[in-house]
Nanobody, 128 residues
């Protein structure tokens, strides 16, 4: 059974940084492209960033490009996905979810429907 567990969220002031982690188990991590999504209060779930199975390709939403960095640790069975978030803004406030994209699909994607497994989410709150 696939499990994705996010951590690292919290309450910070605008301009601060946070690093989210997502520990994956129950899957062959290197079979899966991974992604981060977020849901702000009263809004739909939105794409944030994605990374290929090997980490060589990444893709970002325009709203976070240049501020957020997605990465993954495939070595030594660490099976962990990261999201480094710098220069945080109040509009970044949301619940952040990591997701595993279907291993039967090639490449990376910003489409939530192509991600079959999701974590429970971690809250990020940025005060002004």
């Amino acid at each position: 059974q696939v499990q994705l567990v996010e951590s690292g969220g919290g309450l910070v002031q605008a301009g601060a940084s946070l690093r989210l982690s997502c520990a994956a188990s129950g899957l062959t991590f290197t079979d899966y492209a991974m992604g981060w999504f977020r849901r702000a209060p009263g809004k739909e779930r939105m794409f944030v960033a994605a990374i290929s199975w090997g980490g060589g390709s990444t893709y970002y939403a325009d709203s976070v490009k240049g501020r957020f960095t997605i990465s993954r640790d495939n070595a030594n069975a660490k099976n962990t996905l990261y999201l480094q978030m710098n220069s945080l803004k109040p509009e970044d406030t949301a619940v952040y979810y990591c997701a595993a994209r279907s291993k039967y699909l090639s490449g990376i994607s910003d489409m939530p429907r192509e991600y079959g497994d999701w974590g429970q989410g971690t809250q990020v709150t940025v005060s002004s």
